[in-house]
């Protein structure tokens, strides 16, 4: 190879590397525009997230909702049954200690001791409302009951189960 062929070949050389060089860095330029775009976008993400702690829904649709606390026990649940809606509140235990509930005849409070044992009941019948406390062993102590026409009777119960009813 003589002078000139090697001049040649090297100019060539130049001129390619010198494209390759031009095509590297608008590669590279391309990468560091689409990594800044990136960046940015889970920056604005990020902070969209960050901003937005409270979202505020019209209606959420659901067959049960439970409200958890620090150790995942339910201690609102939020449900149905045959007769209707459901709210129960449990105790950190995850024991039910009230609840408002539909019933056939209407709506029913309850409210239960630490191991969920109904103490006070309030609900409707046929003839109107009912309340009736309980004592811990299950026996009703004392009760409120709506008789036809709007006339109350009240009936108390001593701790050996003896009943007596005052009606107007």
Known sequence: MNLEQRIAA???????LAGQTAHARRSARRWRLAALAAGLAMIGGIGAAAGNGRTRADVIT?????????NDDVVIELTYDDFGGIVAVHNSDGTRVA?????????LITACNADGDVNAA?????????????????????????ILGGNAR?????DRGNQETLEP
Do not use: H, K
């Not at 659901?62 to 620090?70: G, H, P, S």
């Not at 009240?154 to 001593?158: A, E, K, L, M, N």
């Open 99 to 107: 609840s408002m509930e539909v019933i056939d005849t209407g709506g």
């Open 10 to 16: 090297l100019e060539t050389l130049t001129a390619d």
């Open 62 to 70: 659901a067959e049960r909702l439970e409200i958890v606390n620090d």
């Open 122 to 146: 309030m609900a409707v019948d046929s003839a109107g409302g009912i309340i009736r406390v309980m004592s811990t062993e299950d026996d009703e102590v004392f009760g409120v009951m709506d």
């Open 154 to 158: 009240v009936i108390v119960s001593d």
